[in-house]
């Protein structure tokens, strides 16, 4: 166990709708990242969060958005859902040990879009 | 922006062997280099890490090496074992600092160990 948690496990949902997602960091942990995992385009980088703050982006597409909260859980909003927005969405929590950031994994949401 | 390549794709080994799987990035700001192993339908977790001020790390049977001057890494398992079977990903980042960066991954190498 990572101690990154995530809800909901798994989504179905029609094309044209809108989820969200959401992610809570360990203990302590301030930086939030997002990943999107598909068959074709493997682990890809959305976006980073770290305490509160958007830190970085990566390709996330301009129907998707997130926000990292005072308490530093994190929701990804992903809206006009396509099918091929079907996929593994992970968030990760940024531990600093030492001076380096590693990244522990949450279990992930399973999204499938009909 | 970073990229990383990872081979092979597949590697298939018998029970005992060792295995090595190879990366190389682009961007010689990155300093952290970790690796994961993934399961199917589990989440990537995190088995080793090598920082750029270091060249090889060994934690029991997984040993990683880095040329920063080649802008290479590399993974070793000694004495595979069939709970071995995963699909492996190398990533980079600049990792140094509060918040660090993203991880950008390389495509996965699926490992089946046969007994």
């Known amino acids: 166990d990572s101690g990154v948690t995530q809800t909901p496990k798994h989504l179905i949902t029609a094309t044209g709708q809108r989820v969200t997602l959401r992610c809570s960091p360990r203990?302590?942990?301030?930086?939030v990242y997002w990943y999107q995992q598909s068959l074709d385009q493997g682990l890809q980088f959305l976006i980073q969060?770290?305490?509160?703050?958007?830190?970085a982006k990566g390709n996330i597409l301009e129907r998707f958005s997130a926000q990292q909260f005072p308490d530093l859980h994190s929701e990804l909003n992903l809206s006009s859902l396509e099918l091929g927005d079907s996929a593994l969405y992970f968030c990760?929590?940024?531990?600093?040990?030492?001076?380096?950031?590693?990244?522990?994994f949450g279990p992930g949401t399973r999204l499938t879009v009909l | 922006g970073e990229n990383v390549e990872q081979h092979p794709s597949t590697l298939s080994v018998q029970e005992g062997d060792s295995a090595v799987i190879k990366c190389t990035y682009s961007?010689?700001?990155?300093?952290?280099f970790p690796w994961y192993k993934q399961e199917l339908g589990k989440r990537p977790q995190l088995i080793i890490d090598?920082?750029?001020?270091?060249g090889e790390k060994k934690d029991q049977r997984i040993a990683v090496t880095l040329n920063k001057t080649a802008k290479h890494f590399s993974l070793h398992i000694t004495e595979t074992q069939p709970e071995d079977s995963a699909v492996y990903f190398c990533a980079a980042a600049m990792g140094k600092g509060q918040a660090g960066t993203a991880l950008i991954f390389g495509k996965g190498t699926t490992l089946s160990v046969s007994s």
């Open positions: 090598i920082r750029s001020n270091v």
């Open positions: 969060y770290y305490n509160g703050e958007e830190r």
């Open positions: 990760a929590s940024g531990h600093l040990r030492g001076s380096y950031n590693e990244q522990f």
């Open positions: 203990s302590g942990d301030l930086s």
């Open positions: 961007d010689s700001a990155s300093n952290y």
